[in-house]
């Protein structure tokens, strides 16, 4: 079982930057792919970014080259560097993890992007 928190949301302007982290209760070096979703109000959650264990990356097209996704193994965390933010960016943001043959969840973090 993996416990997923996460943190660092916000309230952001439009154009400027935040950083999210989720912390996991294990070891992430033995989880093959941890990643982030979204959901925004009325919405469907959908897919972020993910990364694996050898730091394959994998980014949905609306944030290519705004987002970075990276994991510290050493402080099993792991982070989306989330720039350029625009207001459909506005979302709850959930941490994912795939472990076991199942998938857990973190209570999400509120990303607001407003002026």
């Known amino acids: 079982q993996v416990q997923l928190v996460e943190s660092g949301g916000g309230l952001v302007q439009p154009g400027g930057s935040l950083k999210l982290s989720c912390a996991a209760s294990?070891?992430?070096?033995?989880?093959?792919?941890m990643g982030w979703y979204r959901q925004a109000p009325g919405k469907q959650r959908e897919l972020v970014a993910t990364?694996?264990?050898?730091?394959?990356?994998n980014y949905a097209d609306s944030v290519k080259g705004r987002f970075t996704i990276s994991r510290d193994n050493a402080k099993n965390t792991v982070y989306l560097q989330m720039g350029s933010l625009k207001p459909e960016d506005t979302a709850v943001y959930y941490c994912n993890a795939e472990a076991d043959g199942f998938l857990y969840w973190g209570q999400g973090t509120q990303v607001t992007v407003s002026s």
């Open positions: 990364i694996t264990t050898g730091g394959r990356s």
């Open positions: 294990r070891r992430i070096s033995s989880i093959y792919n």
